[in-house]
């Protein structure tokens, strides 16, 4: 389906962060400035865009 992140939803992602952790957003930014950090970050974004992705999908029907 091509479930991309993009830089708004990491902008997103890590003002969230931020506020939630009641740190500063650049050093949010400092900490996933590592490579493996960074990686990790994406793909968890990714993991929650999935998952948005095939709730909006999925039908749950009632037992008959």
Known sequence: ?????????????????????????EEVREYLAQPERRRSFENDLVDRKVLEFLRGRTQVKAPS
């Not at 993009?6 to 902008?11: C, H, L, R, S, V």
């Open 1 to 25: 389906e091509g479930i991309e992140v993009t830089e708004a939803d990491i902008d997103a992602r890590v003002t969230t962060l931020a506020e939630n952790a009641g740190k500063p957003v």
